[in-house]
């Protein structure tokens, strides 16, 4: 049976040097690991993309978002030539990185690693990326906080279990034991704002049964976090070791994008998870 998600909010706000952050509560983290989502505020993009926008791939100026990731790299404090991203295929590979793929995907799409959804890393200074407006952003940890792991899982992602498959690589590539890797689900759209049709709603019914369904009057509406998370719990993750963020993309417009609400063109926001020798 799907486990509830709990009801206390995991991550905190931050403004740093005008950049709106999003940063786990810091007792939930190794000293080692740093790890964030962005937001839209304290950047310089402009129309539909105001004003944080990191997405290199949607259609806003490359110079501004050059300089908005470099904002949200200075607010981290971490440097964006050691960026690392994947291409987002909405597919299940992951790939595993270190300080030779660094800069991969930060300043340019094109040198994105090519139809890869997740990265993990066990080498410092390798800050492992993602971008999304509504999917679901993953960040991995092992409890010594020498391995992490990020995935995008929008509903294909979800079904594709490209979150057990960062934990599988983790396992293979660095010997991490699934019972000792938290997990944080990053904002998303809720199951408040995310309607589908009946075959979408149906395949996760089959998966699931009737848990991540909600479903009122001619509409159902989906919860892609608690699909992931309970695919995370199958998968040996301990519940009590996977954090779920309430914040929907879709509610609040003026803190996330939200390529469901604001349709095409939006921008993305960015999660990002590293570790530094101390």
Not at 39 to 44: E, K, L, N, T, W
Not at 104 to 126: K, S
Not at 190 to 204: H, I, K, P, Q, R
Request: charged share 20%; hydrophobic share 40%; with cysteine.
């Amino acid at each position: 049976m799907m486990e509830s998600c709990g009801v206390k909010e995991v991550l905190d706000w931050r403004v740093k040097s005008g950049v709106g952050i999003w940063q786990p509560k810091a007792l939930m983290l190794p000293a080692s690991v740093v790890c964030a989502f962005s937001s839209r505020q304290g950047g310089v993009s402009g129309g539909p993309y105001t004003s944080l926008n990191l997405g290199l791939h949607v259609g806003d100026r490359h110079e501004d978002v050059v300089t908005n990731r470099r904002r949200f790299s200075d607010a981290l404090g971490i440097d964006c030539e050691g960026w690392v991203a994947g291409d987002q295929v909405h597919g299940k590979d992951v790939a595993v990185v270190g300080r030779k793929d660094r800069g991969r995907g930060a300043l340019a799409q094109d040198t994105a690693l090519p139809a890869v959804d997740g990265l993990v890393t066990n080498e410092p200074e390798v800050w492992l990326t993602c971008y999304y407006a509504d999917c679901v952003p993953l960040l991995f940890w092992d409890v010594d906080g020498r391995a992490v792991g990020v995935a995008h899982a929008g509903w294909r992602g979800t079904l594709a279990q490209v979150g057990l498959q960062v934990v599988a690589k983790m396992v293979e590539a660095f010997g991490s034991d699934p019972t000792e890797i938290h997990v944080l689900v990053g904002p998303a759209i809720g199951s408040c704002c995310y309607s589908v049709g009946e075959e979408l709603a149906g395949l996760f019914e089959k998966e699931f049964g009737g848990e991540p369904l909600t479903r009122k009057q001619v509409q159902t509406y989906l919860d892609l976090k608690l699909a992931n998370r309970e695919y995370l719990v199958r998968g040996g993750i301990p519940p009590d070791q996977i954090h779920v963020s309430r914040l929907c993309t879709s509610c609040l417009p003026g803190v996330f994008f939200s390529h469901r609400r604001d349709k095409s063109p939006t921008g993305r926001m960015a999660a990002v998870i590293g570790w530094r020798k101390p």
